[in-house]
């Protein structure tokens, strides 16, 4: 039998941990969505939240749709700092808590806590063993947890107090992850700002609206006082050369953490895994940016690498281009696939223009904007770190 007692408590607590069912813990509430061609029901001052509206984040975001208190909704409303889970869809398992009082809909079934049991707390309990809850669904075309099934759910918490003393601690933990969380997308939308302004439209005959270097009358200098040049128009097929990347794709698929060597893609997932294959790796000329010939998807690179497909190419600077300049000018190509499946980096998109400055100012924005991404990833590291933290807590505090 399993222990009832977790490994990690806080001094003073010794009592053994009771099993109880969802539906003793408290009212569970299954959402509906009022019809939209009812006008009263909208456009007052309860949020109406749905699957999407719950993301990483331990609250609920503001939604843009309201509701009143009129008619439907008063059988359906949820007090604030309840508990919402999603039972039905692809986010199934997916679990938040309200700032406010909502009403949401179907595919969320609602946890009002009684008067016994810390809101926050539960909170933590059905984030803890959401993984193993979405177990419990129905295998059909839409995967769905009946109310029934989520009523009969076993959990196990302690005394009131201590579940108290909990939730407060590591509510303290989720308020530090929301701070760095928020700290990185300000970071990441001053980057973005800043780039408009440095990189201007192709198309357009502007100048950039940020310069380096200013000198006192405002003109734009080198370090020697003298003026850089205009910005060129010029094809990125001008700017950067590309090799196949047919000798460093990785034999084997089975990765492990413990091994050394980055296996790459150029889409969001990045770093597939870790290979011990220390033959056929990318280490020279580094840095590159690795271009996914299918959707032009890329990523810049500064380590040695392995990639698992050939669908890409490996891109690298000519002499006297800035490849990160080069590669942050790229983001602020906006390209259209068309629909269509072919390799675009031959075909089209080495024809793309961007305008360029001369190295030396390249090299300057690029050091300028290498600055910014050194904050974001301190930042980042930060909010990894204090996630792989929470995660240790959840499995020593819980049983």
Request: aromatic share 12%; with cysteine.
């Given at each position: 039998?399993?222990?009832?007692?977790?490994?990690?408590?806080?001094?003073?607590?010794?009592?053994?941990?009771?099993?109880?069912?969802?539906?003793?813990?408290?009212?569970?509430?299954?959402?509906?969505?009022?019809?939209?061609?009812?006008?009263?029901?909208?456009?007052?001052?309860?949020?109406?939240?749905?699957?999407?509206?719950?993301?990483?984040?331990?609250?609920?975001?503001?939604?843009?749709?309201?509701?009143?208190e009129?008619?439907?909704?008063?059988?359906?409303?949820?007090?604030?700092?309840?508990?919402?889970?999603?039972?039905?869809?692809?986010?199934?398992?997916?679990?938040?808590?309200?700032?406010?009082?909502?009403?949401?809909?179907?595919q969320?079934?609602?946890?009002?806590?009684?008067?016994?049991?810390?809101?926050?707390?539960?909170?933590?309990?059905?984030?803890?063993?959401?993984?193993?809850?979405?177990?419990?669904?129905?295998?059909?075309?839409?995967?769905?947890?009946?109310?029934?099934?989520?009523?009969?759910?076993?959990l196990?918490?302690?005394?009131?107090?201590?579940?108290?003393?909990?939730?407060?601690?590591?509510?303290?933990?989720?308020?530090?992850?929301?701070?760095?969380?928020?700290?990185?997308?300000?970071?990441e939308k001053?980057?973005?700002?800043?780039?408009?302004?440095?990189?201007?439209?192709?198309?357009?005959?502007?100048?950039?609206?940020?310069?380096?270097?200013?000198?006192?009358?405002?003109?734009?200098?080198?370090?020697?006082?003298?003026?850089?040049?205009?910005?060129?128009?010029?094809?990125?097929?001008?700017?950067?050369?590309?090799?196949?990347?047919?000798d460093?794709?990785?034999?084997?698929?089975?990765?492990?953490?413990?091994?050394?060597?980055?296996?790459?893609?150029?889409?969001?997932?990045?770093?597939?895994?870790?290979?011990?294959?220390?033959?056929?790796?990318?280490?020279?000329?580094?840095?590159?940016?690795?271009f996914?010939?299918?959707?032009?998807?890329?990523?810049?690179?500064?380590?040695?690498?392995?990639?698992?497909?050939?669908?890409?190419?490996?891109?690298?600077?000519?002499e006297?281009?800035?490849?990160?300049?080069?590669?942050?000018?790229?983001?602020?190509i906006?390209?259209?696939?068309?629909?269509?499946?072919?390799?675009?980096w031959?075909?089209?998109?080495?024809?793309?223009?961007?305008?360029?400055?001369?190295?030396?100012?390249?090299?300057?924005i690029?050091?300028?904007?290498?600055?910014?991404?050194?904050?974001?990833?301190?930042?980042?590291?930060?909010?990894?770190?204090?996630?792989?933290?929470?995660?240790?807590?959840?499995?020593?505090?819980?049983?």
């Amino acid at each position: 039998m399993k222990s009832k007692i977790p490994k990690l408590r806080f001094p003073k607590f010794n009592d053994r941990w009771n099993t109880k069912k969802i539906s003793e813990i408290g009212k569970i509430i299954t959402g509906s969505t009022p019809s939209t061609s009812r006008e009263e029901y909208y456009n007052g001052n309860k949020q109406f939240v749905s699957p999407i509206d719950i993301n990483d984040s331990r609250y609920v975001e503001d939604t843009k749709t309201k509701l009143t208190e009129l008619g439907f909704n008063k059988g359906r409303f949820i007090r604030p700092f309840s508990i919402l889970f999603v039972c039905i869809g692809s986010t199934i398992g997916k679990v938040a808590q309200n700032k406010q009082g909502c009403i949401t809909n179907q595919q969320i079934n609602s946890i009002v806590p009684h008067d016994e049991f810390d809101c926050d707390f539960i909170f933590t309990l059905l984030e803890k063993y959401s993984s193993k809850i979405k177990m419990l669904a129905a295998t059909q075309a839409v995967p769905i947890i009946n109310k029934s099934t989520f009523a009969k759910v076993k959990l196990a918490l302690p005394t009131f107090p201590e579940q108290q003393k909990i939730a407060s601690f590591l509510t303290a933990v989720d308020d530090k992850i929301q701070q760095l969380t928020k700290k990185k997308e300000l970071l990441e939308k001053y980057k973005k700002g800043v780039m408009q302004k440095i990189f201007p439209s192709t198309s357009s005959g502007q100048a950039p609206e940020i310069r380096f270097k200013p000198a006192l009358s405002g003109a734009e200098v080198d370090d020697d006082g003298n003026d850089y040049p205009d910005w060129e128009r010029k094809k990125l097929g001008d700017l950067l050369d590309y090799i196949q990347p047919t000798d460093f794709i990785v034999n084997s698929t089975e990765y492990e953490d413990s091994n050394k060597i980055p296996v790459l893609t150029a889409g969001k997932t990045f770093i597939l895994g870790y290979t011990n294959e220390e033959f056929g790796v990318f280490e020279e000329p580094l840095p590159v940016i690795i271009f996914d010939d299918f959707t032009t998807a890329n990523q810049f690179v500064d380590f040695k690498f392995k990639v698992k497909s050939s669908a890409m190419k490996i891109l690298i600077a000519k002499e006297h281009v800035n490849i990160k300049f080069v590669y942050e000018a790229m983001q602020m190509i906006h390209f259209s696939l068309g629909g269509e499946h072919k390799r675009f980096w031959i075909s089209e998109y080495q024809f793309n223009k961007v305008k360029v400055p001369t190295s030396e100012e390249q090299q300057k924005i690029a050091d300028f904007l290498s600055s910014i991404d050194k904050k974001i990833d301190s930042v980042n590291t930060q909010l990894e770190k204090t996630k792989e933290f929470k995660k240790e807590l959840l499995q020593q505090m819980f049983v």
